[in-house]
């Protein structure tokens, strides 16, 4: 299982091992280079509209983290990085609303976002063993 996590971060393009307070210091850090180059038209460029959610399907790896984080941070009116069910509904975090009780763990009644991002590699993993599961009946 623990290769299928990993496995899974890897294509996810998300971190591993790194704490909350790494990962907002990693986030907030200006890139390397400020030159960048767009080779997409406008009409083949991914959709970025403010509203779309992270939910909606539209980020993948560290843009997906990005989002939910900042919409984690939005919703946690308490600061104190524990988000209840009612903050989640509140803020309309769906997904997370909808799957409280299995990303709360420890049914401690809250959830942080380390916890929100487990719950979702371990989505991840589950849906890649059950894509290789059924490339292996093939054969």
């Known amino acids: 299982m623990r290769r299928s996590f990993l496995t ?5 393009g998300l971190p591993l091992g790194l704490g909350a307070a790494q990962l907002a210091a990693a986030q907030t850090m200006p890139p390397a280079s400020t030159t960048t180059t767009t080779t997409t038209t406008p009409s083949t460029a991914p959709a970025t509209t403010p509203g779309s959610g992270w939910h909606s399907g539209r980020h ?4 997906m983290m990005k989002a939910m984080q ?3 941070v939005a919703a946690n009116t308490s600061h104190d990085g524990h988000l209840t069910l009612a903050q989640a509904k509140a803020a309309d975090l769906r997904i ?7 990303i709360d763990t420890g049914k401690r009644g809250y959830v942080t976002f380390n916890d929100i991002m487990a719950w979702r590699l371990d989505r991840i993993a589950q849906r890649l063993q059950s894509r290789a599961a059924a490339l292996r009946a093939q054969d």
């Open 70 to 72: 900042a919409r984690f």
């Open 96 to 102: 997370v609303a909808a799957n409280f009780s299995v």
């Open 8 to 12: 899974a971060a890897a294509i996810a």
């Open 60 to 63: 993948s790896g560290i843009g």
